[in-house]
T-cell receptor, first 114, second 115 residues
Framework: DGGITQSPKYLFRKEGQNVTLSCEQNLNHDAMYWYRQDPGQGLRLIYYSQIVNDFQKGDIAEGYSVSREKKESFPLTVTSAQKNPTAFYLC????FGGGNNEQFFGPGTRLTVL | GENVEQHPSTLSVQEGDSAVIKCTYSDSASNYFPWYKQELGKGPQLIIDIRSNVGEKKDQRIAVTLNKTAKHFSLHITETQPEDSAVYFCAASGGGGTSYGKLTFGQGTILTVHP
């Protein structure tokens, strides 16, 4: 079954802790993306990677970090520097970078900071 | 960079009626315009997309129109059904400069279809 998996589905974190969200794809896609979704708002781009070992900041990268050591994996770390981390986080991938190809989304991780 | 505005934020229709959602974009270099449907607690799914060399595209009850001169595009759903109820997002991409490689999303429209 091809697709994108995100884990965990729900995540709780205490203030001041870093936490890493997992994103894996077996679609053989070059590009991967991380979005944040808040109630009543659209998806905002955190980081994206158009190829292995390369990534760029999106519109709201402050307080987040990523790595892209393998084609199929693009983990997102929410650091303690992120002031308001409670949100729904979505990972996506597309066959190529450039932004003008269909993006396939994972099921999301809901992060709550206690 | 790109800016996408989407209207309305909520839309309520009776089953069988049509629904129209409109988006405007700011970057004239954008050339790819997808529409996504998101059900509660799930990731968005592509329902239709259009590229800048095409003015209209249809897929069964769904159609998208693009006006490059005015920089707006619209989603049309005919013969709506209760299962069409969801949040719909428009997006724009493919522009150059700081917009390269990125999809910019609208704020979303909550569509409710009443039986």
């Amino acid at each position: 079954d091809g697709g994108i998996t995100q884990s965990p589905k729900y995540l709780f974190r205490k203030e001041g802790q870093n936490v890493t969200l997992s994103c894996e794809q077996n679609l053989n896609h070059d590009a991967m993306y991380w979005y944040r979704q808040d109630p009543g708002q659209g998806l905002r781009l955190i980081y994206y990677s158009q190829i292995v070992n390369d990534f760029q900041k999106g519109d709201i990268a402050e307080g987040y970090s990523v790595s892209r050591e393998k084609k199929e994996s693009f983990p997102l770390t929410v650091t303690s520097a992120q002031k308001n981390p409670t949100a729904f986080y979505l990972c996506a991938s597309s066959i190529f970078g450039g932004g003008n190809n269909e993006q396939f989304f994972g099921p999301g991780t809901r992060l709550t900071v206690l | 960079g790109e800016n996408v505005e989407q209207h309305p934020s909520t839309l309520s229709v009776q089953e069988g009626d049509s629904a129209v959602i409109k988006c405007t974009y700011s970057d004239s270099a954008s050339n790819y315009f997808p529409w996504y449907k998101q059900e509660l607690g799930k990731g968005p799914q592509l329902i239709i997309d259009i590229r800048s060399n095409v003015g209209e595209k249809k897929d069964q009850r769904i159609a998208v129109t693009l006006n490059k001169t005015a920089k707006h595009f619209s989603l049309h759903i005919t013969e709506t059904q209760p299962e069409d109820s969801a949040v719909y997002f428009c997006a724009a991409s493919g522009g150059g400069g700081t917009s390269y490689g990125k999809l910019t999303f609208g704020q979303g429209t909550i569509l409710t279809v009443h039986p």
